[in-house]
């Protein structure tokens, strides 16, 4: 157990819905990345959080927005779903915001579009 | 265009037998190395990382990797597999100059065979 949490583990939906996927970092981590694994793309990086800001984006999708909390957990936010946003959705947090710190990674959330 | 790219997409060993996964990576500036690990029905766990001297770094369960920087490549390697090794292994890149994100390659599944 990583200590970082997602929920919900599973997900299924259909064309055009909106679903959000949390995460809950560890234990005195400030940062909260987000990555999509799919078969084709392999595990990309989509955003990351430092504290409450946005620290830095990747192959995010502008129908794809995430935010922060105060209490330090995250929510991805996915909307207008397409047939190819089925992936699995990994959160990771680390202690810090840079790339020196180990990322620490959540079990997923696994997204099926119908 | 960056890239991290894993040779083998899977491999299949004998226990006891020598391992060596392929990771070569694209990018020009400083890196941070990393191998992520996923046993099946598990999270990604970090099996060890580079960021500076020493170019052999020793991980856990016995794995050991190998920065070569003339050659961009940072190989994984373990003398002695055991069954439990079955496994995703991931190798990823972070960029120093561009931020936090880790850049994955699309992964190699070992394969052991009792």
């Known amino acids: 157990d990583s200590g970082v949490t997602q929920t919900p583990k599973h997900l299924i939906t259909a064309t055009g819905q909106r679903v959000t996927l949390r995460c809950s970092p560890r234990?005195?981590?400030?940062?909260v990345y987000w990555y999509q694994q799919s078969l084709d793309q392999g595990l990309q990086f989509l955003i990351q959080?430092?504290?409450?800001?946005?620290?830095a984006k990747g192959n995010i999708l502008e129908r794809f927005s995430a935010q922060q909390f105060p209490d330090l957990h995250s929510e991805l936010n996915l909307s207008s779903l397409e047939l190819g946003d089925s992936a699995l959705y990994f959160c990771?947090?680390?202690?810090?915001?840079?790339?020196?710190?180990?990322?620490?990674f959540g079990p997923g959330t696994r997204l099926t579009v119908l | 265009a960056q890239s991290v790219s894993q040779h083998n997409h899977h491999v299949i060993l004998s226990e006891a037998a020598s391992l060596e996964l392929g990771c070569n990576y694209s990018?020009?500036?400083?890196?941070?190395l990393f191998w992520y690990v996923q046993y099946p029905g598990q999270h990604l766990q970090l099996l060890l990382k580079?960021?500076?001297?020493?170019?052999l770094v020793k991980g856990i369960k016995g794995f050991e990797a190998e920065f070569i920087k003339s050659k961009f490549s940072f190989n994984l390697r373990k003398p002695s597999v055991q069954w439990s090794d079955t496994a995703e292994y991931f190798c990823?890149?972070?960029?120093?100059?561009?931020?936090?994100?880790?850049?994955f390659g699309k992964g190699t599944t070992l394969s052991v065979s009792s």
């Open positions: 234990s005195g981590d400030l940062s």
């Open positions: 990823a890149v972070n960029v120093r100059q561009a931020g936090t994100a880790l850049i």
């Open positions: 990771a947090s680390s202690v810090g915001g840079n790339g020196y710190n180990e990322q620490f």
């Open positions: 990018y020009g500036g400083t890196v941070n």
């Open positions: 959080y430092y504290n409450g800001e946005e620290r």
């Open positions: 580079y960021f500076s001297g020493d170019p």
